[in-house]
């Protein structure tokens, strides 16, 4: 049983420091010129923002955390939102800046921003490499004028296209999010859009299959019947042709979803997927984070209202949010589930070290032996691995091998 | 205590909705037996599950105190009958404690099923039938034509029928005088010994086990040592006493009188409805008679949800006992389902309410597996034996014969849904024995298996008539019948405790709509599972649950870990609700819902 920490946040840690340990930092922008009818992410679109405001309340509440968990090491930092793109690069630098003095990285971190192609946004890009920035994920979703307007996106093929270009040119280290299995999509389509993308040379892809959410414009789409994604063969034949395609390129998917060459796995996404620490800051932010001698973990959420957010930061700090307690059996849980994301599956050591309990605490026995005769994961010695074809019902496996 | 002439006893029989509660309230009422302030709505039924459902499961009694226009006092003794088809034994016994009737029919209903029967069950108990029209307050309220239905499908003159309206009061007053004038008074022997019949038995906080007598010959006195004959057991008389309706101790109840008494007896089972009360060492030479043991007639496995909760089932089981003693229960091992109990029921209202009392009043969570009756083998080696369930059932080779029991069913229904009556009837086996109009409504009568009638056939009435049809049924006996063991097979593994006896024409198309249904009710697994009907060896439906092929979830990052961990929780805690058979799981519900035939 998870309970709230009722103390704030600062005396949590008044005397208890966390040692000395690698840490990721999130900073959510949840800002958007419009939202996008699949988008079920903590997104709010206003007439006007006051980025100073803003900026300000990142800084304070960055500093609140770097009280909480003082003493760690950065090692990447993720401007996700919403639409990072939109802010203003001097905030951008101001905050990276706050970050490296509050926890000093030993070596260069890796620091992304997550960037839309519009022609107005690419052309801060430079800027933004100025401020820090040193790997940009572009959202081009598609290379298709038609889905790219069914997918409610800003930006056309041409502009997406540009900003790839202008992106490569930048950055050294380039990621393009694309979603597939859109309504009618036919492998033949989907394989010369893949193709083209990957012509373009980047090290890294973000493949996301369309998934309709609840509550979004979409899902209301499709309960009307107006909206009709492919079905279960289809998005399989999808799935599959992605990763033949991508492993013939040279960039095998590492994760369910997350495609590179070697070297160029996104390190903040892998520390999430190892169960590292991270912070969370901004409207609708979460962290994991822990170590207090043998306390548990902390499970951290803030706010998802960025006025409420901005409100609490102005007055405690922080945006005075949710620190729930881990229990070791939820903090090994989400291990397993991430860990088991990637191609390389879970690290029995380190999950040990991570979790305070080895992974077949959590496992059954039998239900593991029976998905490994399956075929669906290999239980080796020192770690366990989803296998390809495992991995394609992954949500499924995870219920029946959990105990 | 009242003398003979000045007591009138009497039971109601009325349909559900018909307005019987609000009426016995109203003469409760009237005789002054409570105040306006306790009358509570329908002072009578007092379970919740009575209430909620508007049935009456236990007999009760009420003294109500009368001053006639005569100028004289007079006991009245309602006694409250159960209200439906599976108590028509308790039923009947209790009218067997009173001279006469009310038959309470709605005016804008008229006649049904149930009334019926039970009209005829106080003829044959001799009684002298009062009718009384009810809700003529109503628009709809139409006396002259239900007064010729009467006399049409019942046979009595209805030209004295009383026009009341019991939620108003209005004619309540001349009910009172017409039991005085037109019910015979009890003519018991005061020198004989002691003749009292067990009207009903129950357990109460405060006073423990209650018995309801019917004095017939002699008195019952506090201290008196009686003996109940049937069941040969004896016990002293601690208390003796009326209902008006709370309880009140008196010295004795002589010949006529209806009240209660307590003997520190443990348990209801060993009080019998329909025994015979005596003195000990006086008895009467003669019990009285209509005695029958409580038979139950329907069975089903009843299993905890739980598999730790299977000592707190068992210790429900025996309170519930305590105070109905007319259902039976024993241990059972299903492969399937774990430990349980094979319970048996006098019907399938009464399976429902000890199941409902069960999960309601223990807080049980349980696994129902499909109802069934008992059907006789007759082995080769030349013995008969009983089957109450179908897992139980010997090989086809060691089997001559297999018999089931059979109803008589009497259904009323406006004539437009006979066409969809007939063919269920049909569907289920049926054999029209009669068909007869009254008015605008039809009376079937039908003798129909009762392995079909216990499924959802009272469901699937209702359903194709609107709610207008009314049923009700007395057992006929055992015939011969082509009876097979349908198994099912789930990914080759056999569920026991979804196999069922069927008739050899109905499997093939019970399997297919059973296999069909698991598809269903059956999650996808990351292997396809098959689903088999069979006849012994013989597979004679088939269906497919087909693999899982893709379910992963595509984005997974920082702030999808809690909304992810929590429903891999809730994931997990699904699978406690269900039993795995093999590699596969089923849901617990899946049990029950299979064996709905009825929407296919």
């Known amino acids: ?403 | 205590m009242p003398a003979q002439k000045h007591i009138r006893n009497f039971a109601i029989i009325a349909h559900i909705d018909h307005g019987k509660s609000t009426l016995a309230d109203r003469l409760i009422e009237a005789c002054g037996g409570l105040s306006k302030r306790e009358m509570k709505a329908q002072v009578l039924d007092s379970m919740d599950i009575e209430r909620e459902r508007g049935i009456t499961i236990k007999a009760q009694t009420v003294r109500l105190d009368y001053q006639a226009k005569d100028g004289e006092s007079y006991a009245l003794n309602l006694i409250d009958t159960p209200g439906h088809v599976d108590f028509s034994y308790e039923v009947n016994r209790s009218l067997a404690a009173c001279e006469g009737s009310l038959l309470v029919v709605d005016a804008s209903q008229g006649v049904e099923a149930q009334t019926l029967a039970n009209v005829y069950q106080a003829l044959e108990n001799n009684h002298e039938i009062i009718t009384v029209l009810n809700k003529i307050d109503l628009p709809a309220a139409e006396p002259q034509r239900v007064r010729r239905q009467i006399e049409d499908v019942i046979g009595l003159d209805a030209a004295d029928a009383i026009e009341v309206s019991a939620k108003t009061g209005q004619g309540i007053d001349r009910i009172l005088e017409a039991l005085v004038e037109r019910l015979p008074a009890p003519a018991g022997k005061t020198e004989a010994p002691l003749r009292a019949l067990l009207v009903d038995s129950w357990y109460d906080a405060y006073l423990g086990i209650v018995i309801l007598v019917r004095v017939v010959d002699g008195y019952l006195k506090k201290g008196m040592k009686i003996s109940m004959m049937a069941a040969g057991t004896q016990h002293l008389v601690e208390q003796v006493g009326v209902f008006r309706p709370k309880p009140q101790t008196v010295g004795q109840l002589g010949p006529g009188e209806v009240g209660f008494f307590t003997a520190a007896i443990k348990e209801v089972a060993q009080t019998r409805v329909g025994d015979t009360v005596t003195e000990a060492k006086r008895p009467t030479a003669e019990a009285l008679p209509g005695f029958k043991p409580a038979q139950a007639v329907v069975f089903c496995g009843l299993f905890p949800v739980d598999a730790d909760d299977y000592n707190h089932l068992r210790e429900s089981l025996q309170r519930l006992r305590l105070n109905d003693a007319s259902f039976t229960y024993q241990a059972e091992t299903s492969a399937a389902l774990g430990v349980g109990f094979r319970c048996g029921f006098l019907g399938m209202l009464h399976l429902e309410i000890i199941r409902e009392r069960l999960q309601r009043e223990f807080d049980l969570d349980l696994i129902t597996t499909a109802p069934s009756v008992i059907y006789q083998i007759e082995m080769t080696n030349g013995q008969t034996i009983e089957l109450h369930n179908p897992a139980d059932m010997p090989e086809a080779v060691k089997i001559v014969q297999i018999s089931e029991p059979w109803i008589d069913a009497t259904i009323l229904v406006p004539d437009e849904y006979l066409g969809a009556i007939l063919k269920l009837c049909q569907d289920r086996r049926g054999r029209q024995q009669q068909l007869t109009y009254a008015g605008r409504r039809a009376m079937l009568v039908y003798h129909l298996p009762l392995n079909e009638v216990v499924y959802d056939f009272y469901d699937r009435l209702k359903s194709v008539s609107s709610g207008y049809a009314s049923f009700d049924y007395t057992h006929h006996g055992y015939e011969p019948g082509d009876l097979v063991k349908l198994k099912i097979l789930v990914n080759g593994e056999p569920v026991d405790a979804l196999s069922m006896l069927v008739h050899r024409q109905h499997a093939a198309s019970r399997g297919r709509v059973l296999c069909k249904r698991l598809k269903d009710l059956i999650p996808r697994m990351l292997f396809k599972i098959p689903i088999q009907a069979a006849i012994g060896g013989k597979i004679i439906a088939r269906e497919t649950i087909a693999a899982l092929r893709k379910d992963v979830t595509a984005k997974c990052y920082g702030g999808d870990v809690t909304r992810k961990r929590k429903l891999l929780e809730k994931q997990k805690a699904g699978k406690k609700r269900m039993r795995t058979f093999g590699k596969v799981e089923i849901p617990n519900d899946a049990f029950v819902a299979a064996l709905k035939m009825g929407e296919d």
């Open chain 1, 1 to 403: 049983m998870s309970r709230p920490v009722s103390r704030p946040v600062n005396n949590v840690g008044s005397h208890r420091k966390v040692k000395p340990s690698p840490i990721a930092v999130y900073v959510h922008w949840p800002f958007c010129e419009s939202k996008c009818p699949y988008c079920d992410f903590n997104i709010h679109v206003r007439e006007a923002v006051d980025a100073d405001a803003f900026t300000a309340a990142y800084l304070k509440e960055l500093d609140h955390f770097a009280e909480l968990v003082s003493g760690a090491t950065c090692t990447s930092i993720f401007f996700g939102g919403g639409t990072p793109s939109l802010m203003p690069a001097s905030a951008v630098a101001a905050i990276i800046e706050r970050i490296l003095k509050r926890w000093p990285a030993a070596d260069l971190p890796e620091i992304t921003l997550e960037a839309n192609p519009t022609s107005v946004e690419a052309s801060r890009f430079r800027d933004y490499r100025q401020a820090g920035v040193n790997r940009l994920s572009v959202g081009v979703q598609s290379l298709r004028d038609e889905s790219l307007k069914m997918l409610g996106r800003g930006h056309d093929a041409a502009e997406a296209r540009r900003a790839m270009h202008l992106a490569l040119e930048i950055f050294a280290r380039v990621n393009f999010d694309l979603i597939y299995a859109r309504p009618g999509q036919t492998t033949t389509e989907w394989q010369g859009e893949l193709e083209e993308v990957l012509g373009y040379g980047a090290g890294h892809l973000s493949l996301y299959q369309l998934t309709i959410e609840r509550g979004t414009a979409f899902y209301a789409a499709q309960k009307r019947g107006e909206l009709v994604v492919p079905d279960e063969d289809t998005a399989l034949a999808l799935y599959d042709l992605t990763q033949n395609v991508t492993t013939r390129a040279g960039l095998p998917a590492y994760e369910i979803s997350n495609h590179a060459r070697a070297g160029e796995e996104c390190r903040h996404n892998l520390n999430y997927w190892n169960g590292g620490a991270y912070i969370g800051i901004g409207p609708g932010a979460h962290g994991r984070f822990g170590g207090f001698g043998a306390a548990p973990w902390l499970a951290s959420s803030l706010p998802r209202s960025p006025e409420r957010w901005l409100k609490a930061v102005d007055k405690a700090d922080w945006g005075v949010g949710d620190l729930i307690r881990l229990s070791s059996r939820q903090r090994a849980l989400e291990i397993l589930m991430m860990g088991l994301r990637l191609a390389s599956g879970i690290d029995k050591a380190r999950f040990a070290a991570a979790a305070g309990v080895p992974v077949e605490e959590i496992l059954s026995a039998a239900a593991t032996a029976r998905a490994a005769e399956s075929q669906l994961l290999e239980n080796h010695q020192d770690r366990i691995v989803v296998t390809p074809k495992g991995r394609r019902v992954l949500d499924r496996l995870l219920v029946e091998i959990v105990a």
